[in-house]
C-alpha cells in the first residue's frame, strides 16, 4: 500500500508530469480552438476582434441547424441498436457460452478486428455493400430480389450497417465486464424462490450491468459523433455529419467557421457524458469495488 497521502506535496510533483501532459495536448489545443471560433473581421490574424458573428452566421443557416440534430439522431439511433447487439453479444458469451476455451475464442473472434484500423475496417465494407457486392450477390442467388439493391452503398443504411459492425463490440466490452462479476449465487437464490428468468434478469441482472451499459454508451457516443472517416468513405459526397463538415470548413481553408463547429460538436459531446453520468455515477465504480 501507498504510503503518500492524497493532498501532500509529493502527490502533486507525481501528477505535475501528467498534468503537463494534458494542459499541452488537450487544453491549450481547446482553447485556441475556442479562441479562433471568436475572431472576427475580415483578416485572418490574432489582432482579429473577438465577436459572436461566426456563430450568428452558422445558426442563421437552416441546413447547419438541420445538420446538428441530424447527427444527434444518428448517433441516438445507433446508440440503441449497438446497445441491443452489444447486451446480447456480451449476454451470450458470459452466460450461454459454458466453456472457458469457446468463449475465448469467440470473443477474441470479436475483438480481433479491432485490431486494424477504423478507416481500413470502413473501407472493408465497401465491397460488401457495392451493387456488385457480397450482400447484393447473395440476396439474389437467394432469389430474394431480381436487380441488385443500390441503397446499401452511399447511403444512409449503408452508412449505418457500417457502424454499427465498428461500434458494436465498444457496446458489449464493458457489459462483458459487469456480467462476470455478477455471483451466480444471486440468480440462483432468485430461481430458488420461483422468479421467472424475465425476472431474474430485469430485477437483478440488468440493474447490476446498468454501469457497463452506460459507459459503453459513451463510448458508442463519442466515436460516433467525431467519426468523420466512416461517412465519407460509405456516404461519399451524398450524405454528411457534423464532423464532416469540419474538414468541409477546413479544406476550403474557412478555419473561424471549422473551428465553430468543432466547439458545437464538443459542446454535444460534453452533453451527452453529462446525462449519461446523471443516470450512472460510472467515476465511483472503481471506488466500490
Known sequence: MSTIRVRSPASYWLAAPAALWMLGVVVVPIALLVWVSFWGGRAFSTSSPLTIDNYARFFANPVYVKLIFGTILHTVGLMAVTGVLGYCIAYFLTMKV???LWRTALFLAFIIPFWTSTLIRAIAWVPFLGVNGVINQTLMFLGATQSPIEAFLYSRTGITMAQVSLYT???????VYMLNSIAPQWREAA?????TP???????????????????QVLVFLNVMSDFATVATIGGNKHALLPNLVLLFYESSQHRAASVVAVLLMLCMLVGVVIALRVVDIRRLGAER
Open 98 to 100: 459454458r466453456s472457458p
Open 169 to 175: 463490440m465498444m457496446a458489449a466490452g464493458p457489459v
Open 191 to 195: 430461481m430458488t424462490l420461483k422468479a
Open 198 to 216: 424475465f425476472t431474474v434478469f430485469w430485477r437483478i441482472v440488468f440493474p447490476l450491468t446498468l454501469p457497463g451499459v452506460v459507459i459503453g
